[in-house]
């Protein structure tokens, strides 16, 4: 069974102010599917589908969206949640402030329990070298050994 193709209410120079403010690829593309229809070079989903190059279920999808609700509903997008960090907000912040101190931290176990002491917050080696490494892009302040033939060369010995 086939559907009809749902009446375009904005028109050719408002599809085309949204489509040059619009950022997101995702939103734009959507957009571009509206402007097709409604400056006819486009007749069908399918035509649409392949002019896009997505397949013709999601001009569908998008098509009732905008049916059910106009553009507003159309350019709504789902973004997952997803899991919240485990160091945020005044832990993360205290944690960078004591890495820029001149003293900083000799290795990331020493960073380990300090969290525990300070924020009593109990976090793996490898998720505090993410954060500090990755998050935070800091890099611990300690003066590593120097091989002894290099201090020799560099003492005149």
Same mark, same amino acid.
């Given at each position: 069974?086939?559907? &009809?193709? %749902?009446? $375009?209410? =904005?028109?050719i120079e408002e599809l085309r102010q949204m489509l040059r403010r =619009? &950022?997101? +690829?995702?939103?734009? *593309?959507?957009?571009?599917?509206?402007?097709? !229809? *409604?400056?006819? *070079?486009? +007749? +069908?989903?399918? =035509?649409?589908?392949?002019? !896009?190059? /997505?397949?013709?279920?999601? $001009?569908g999808r998008w098509l009732s969206d905008y049916a059910s609700g106009g553009v507003s509903v159309? !350019?709504?997008l789902y973004r997952a949640v997803g899991k919240r960090p485990t160091i945020y907000g005044q832990i993360l912040e205290g944690l960078q402030q004591k890495?820029?101190? %001149?003293? &900083?931290? &000799? +290795?990331?176990d020493e960073i380990r329990v300090w969290l525990e002491e300070t924020y009593k917050v109990s976090l793996k080696y490898k998720t505090i070298y993410k954060? /500090?490494?990755?998050?935070?892009?800091?890099? !611990?302040k300690v003066a590593r050994p120097s091989h002894i033939k290099k201090l020799r060369a560099s003492r005149g010995i």
């Open positions: 069974m086939n559907k &009809g193709l %749902p009446t $375009i209410t =904005e028109s =619009e &950022g997101d +690829s995702r939103k734009k *593309q959507r957009l571009q599917a509206l402007y097709l !229809l *409604q400056t006819r *070079q486009a +007749s +069908s989903r399918k =035509e649409i589908a392949r002019l !896009l190059g /997505v397949n013709r279920d999601t $001009i159309l !350019l709504n890495l820029y101190c %001149p003293d &900083g931290f &000799g +290795s990331y954060v /500090v490494h990755y998050r935070l892009g800091a890099k !611990l």
